[in-house]
Structures are given as C-alpha cells and as structure tokens.
C-alpha cells in the first residue's frame, strides 16, 4: 500500500476532531497538508446528541443535523466543507500504532500514514460489563452508547421492544439521561447504582433528592445501593433479566450500561509522560513528545484556575482544549505567542424539562438554595460549594440563560462570602449581583 504523508495528522473523529477543523481553516491551513483520520464511518459530531434527541421519539435528530459545529452555535461542517478546504477526511480507518520517533501512524488495515505535527483526539471508550467478566453480558440487548452506531442499535431496540422493559445500569450521565428519553419513548425503566444517590461525582446529596424524586415521578424506579452481578438469555440470546448483588432479579428486554469510560491513551503508551490516567500536556496541549498534541478526554493538562493538573471529560472542553492546541501550532510555526488555556470546568445536562448547568470545582462546604420540591411547577434551585472562605463552585437547575451566565461568572471570579446562612437566604441573586 502506498504510503501517505501530511503536514498535521489528527487521530480520532470526534467533537476535538471537528472543532480542531474549523480553526485549521481558520488559520489558514493549505489544501492537502491537514487529513483526519477515524474509526467512525462519519464526519464529526456533536456528540452530545445522541443520549438526547437522538432518541426522542418526537422530533428527533439525525445527521447531518448535529455535525459540529453547532453545538456552540456554530456553522455545520458537512462532509463536503472538508472537501472544499482541502482537508483529508478518512473515515472507517483505526490507526492501530503510532510510533513518534518516526511520526508513523498504521490502520488496522496496514496503510502507513506520515506526519510532521500530530493531535492525539482520541476520546474515551465505554467501560464494558464484558470486561469484568460479568456473567451473561454478551447476551443481545446489552447496550453501550459512545458512537452513532450504538445509538443506532439502540433506537432499533426501542422500536422492536415497543413499551417494553429497559433497566439501566450506572447512576451518572448516561444513567440519567438515558432513563428520561427511554421513559419518553414510553418503555418502563429501572435504574440500578451502587452509590447512595445519583452522579455522585458531582451531585450532593440534596441535588440528588431532587432528580431521583423526580424521576419516581415520571415512573421511574430507581434502585440504589447495589449492581448488577448476571444477565439472563432466551432461546436467541437475548437479555430476559437482570441479576442484581442483593438477590434480586429484574425483568428487562433492553439493558443500557453506562458505568464510566476511559481515555484512549494506548496508541501513545509509553512514547509520551502521562499523568492522572492521561497524556500530560502543557498549557497548549503539547505533550512531552516533540509536534505531538493531545487534546479532549485524553488530555492532563494544567488547570490554571485551580493551580492544578486535571483531566476534563466534556464536550465543552473537547471543543476548546482542540481550538487552542491548532491555535498553538500557528503560533509556533510564526514565531508568535498565544494566551496560556485558563478553563472554567463546565458540566451541564438536559433531560424530559429540566436543564442544569454546574461552573467551577465542587469542593468544600455547600449552600443549598431556591425551589427543589420535585412536584413545584416553578422548581428553580441550586448550589454553592465553599472553600477558604471563597465560592468555588455553583450548581443551577431551571436558570435562564442571562442566570446561567452570573453564575458562570461567579465560579470565575471566586468571590469571599463570610456568612452562609445570608448566601442560601440571598440564593441566585448572590451570583446576579457580582
């Protein structure tokens, strides 16, 4: 096979892909010196999409309506935009090694492909049930969601299993999502997680209450503080039930799992420093490898905010860890210099008609404030996180987007707060008056 070369190579099609792109463009980037090369069989996507209106029953998306970049509010780049710049989209392709020193990258079907600079953009991959060697998880109607054919599989599931049962297993992202476009689609769902309340990694306690009161109220069972140990088959292999730690046994025709992921770091394994399960960057995500890049999932890179290195699993970062490293490449190239990357961590989710929006670390001590009674027709509430006397954090449910933006500011500018029964008095009009 005949060998090919480019000027910058990005290994992964995923949002970075995509956002990485449009700044290629932006820059200036010639015809011929970018390719992009993805396992996927189409070009990137707002991922996002797919555990939300993907799966809406009613207006519902499909490609190429969420291609990036809209998802910021952006132009869509269709398959055809890559053409008419010139850049190389080659899709359906795994890169299977990558040996820096050489700057070589081989597909899973021995094509060799040479570059001069290298953004690693390869995201994370599901944890599977199957890893652990849980008994029955290979049976049909098991399902993971990452990539547009997982989703696909699954909106094939729902039509065939029509009000059928789906029992989901993991508490998180995926978990809460998930369950809500499921119960949309008017399936009985069953939520199954070890932890005492849901998202544990970002929720307190008192969030939690709210969403899991409000997903009984949908009809949502949620059952916690155990997992799932065994599936059960039919004559086709399909999942009937599920087995759980305490004893007992869930009837189930379609089982999503969405139990974490990891970063794809393997291709690099050894060849880069790697920090925190990552690959350790700079503040403009170069790595310890000379012309290479990682951005995304992958990334450990220095959180100037909090003064510390930290790896960030979000779409929003995906996006912007991508635009500074192309950013950082131009500027290396003429001589010139860019901003260091100071990011405000972001984490937000959509599911049946709520909308939260979480801004800054959630460490310290909490103030719980506003409307969370599930059942208000008005629920409007959140959360301060405090430390050394500063807001660090602040969580909003049901906030407009002027409110989304105060509170966004607040976790920026860390303002001193002496009295915290005056803050949860004072709630969202603390953030409005900073």
């Not at 950082?328 to 929006?357: C, H, K, M, N, V």
């Not at 966004?408 to 500018?413: G, I, M, P, T």
Request: with cysteine; aromatic share 10%.
């Amino acid at each position: 096979m005949a060998e090919k070369s480019f000027k910058y190579v990005i290994v992964g099609g995923g949002v970075s892909a995509g956002y990485a792109a449009r700044e290629f463009a932006k820059q200036g980037v010639k015809s011929g010196e970018l390719a992009i090369i993805s396992k996927e069989a189409v070009a990137p996507y707002e991922r996002p999409a797919l555990s939300k209106a993907y799966l809406f029953p009613e207006g519902t998306a499909r490609l190429p309506g969420f291609h990036v970049c809209v998802g910021s509010g952006g132009e869509r780049l269709l398959p055809e935009w890559y053409t008419e710049k010139g850049i190389s989209l080659i899709l359906n392709t795994e890169i299977v090694k990558a040996d820096l020193a050489s700057k070589t990258l081989i597909s899973a079907a021995g094509e060799t492909f040479k570059y001069q600079i290298l953004i690693v953009a390869t995201g994370s991959t599901v944890i599977r049930l199957t890893d652990f060697g849980v008994e029955g998880a290979d049976a049909k109607n098991i399902f993971y969601l990452r990539e547009i054919d997982d989703a696909n599989k699954l909106v094939e599931a729902i039509k065939a299993k029509k009000n059928g049962k789906a029992l989901i297993v993991g508490g998180g992202y995926i978990g809460l999502e998930l369950s809500a476009a499921l119960r949309m689609n008017n399936i009985d769902v069953c939520m199954v997680y070890p932890e005492p309340w849901c998202m544990p990694r970002l929720f307190t306690a008192g969030i939690a209450s709210f969403y899991e009161s409000y997903y009984a109220n949908k009809g949502i069972d949620i059952i916690k503080g155990t997992v799932a140990v065994g599936f059960g088959k039919n004559e086709n292999g399909e999942v009937v039930d599920v087995k759980l730690k305490d004893g007992r046994v869930i009837e189930a025709d379609i089982v999503v799992v969405g139990v974490g992921g990891r970063p794809l770091t393997t291709l690099v394994k050894s060849q880069v420093e790697e920090e925190k399960g990552g690959i350790k960057t700079d503040a403009f995500f170069k790595t310890s490898s000379p012309d290479v890049y990682a951005v995304g999932d992958v990334a450990t890179f220095p959180l100037k905010l909090f003064n510390e290195l930290r790896r960030v699993e979000h779409v929003d970062h995906a996006r912007k860890s991508a635009e500074q490293a192309v950013k950082a490449i131009f500027a290396s190239e003429q001589g010139t210099s860019i901003e260091e990357y100071d990011y405000l961590p972001y984490f937000y989710s959509r599911a049946f008609d709520l909308s939260w929006q979480f801004y800054g670390d959630n460490v310290g001590e909490t103030v719980l404030f506003g409307d969370n009674n599930p059942t208000s027709a008005t629920h409007k509430f959140g959360t301060y996180w405090i430390k050394d006397g500063k807001v660090v954090g602040v969580f909003l449910e049901s906030g407009t987007p002027e409110e989304n933006k105060a509170i966004a500011k607040l976790a920026r500018v860390q303002p001193l707060v002496d009295n915290l029964d005056r803050l949860a008095a004072e709630g969202l009009a603390f953030a409005a008056n900073i």
